[in-house]
């Protein structure tokens, strides 16, 4: 039986908003590496008035 192939998928993430900025710009190989992006963006925010931006992963294959 042949291998199944995993589909050549990559991910971005995308603004609620719907605004594109450096973060939007990044593709990620891995759901994982999109999901750690976000882990340092929201790392950031943790104590900060500052208002945050929601992102989503979204896959682009």
């Known amino acids: 039986m042949p ?9 971005v993430l ?3 908003d719907g605004r594109s900025d ?3 710009a990044l593709t990620f ?3 994982d590496a999109a999901y750690d992006e ?6 950031d925010f943790c104590c900060s008035d ?3 931006i929601e992102y989503t992963i979204t896959s682009s294959g």
């Open 29 to 31: 190989e891995s759901y």
């Open 3 to 11: 291998e199944a192939r995993r589909p050549n998928n990559s991910y």
């Open 22 to 24: 450096k973060v939007t």
């Open 50 to 52: 500052d208002e945050k």
């Open 14 to 16: 995308v603004r609620s």
């Open 38 to 43: 976000l882990e340092r963006y929201y790392r």
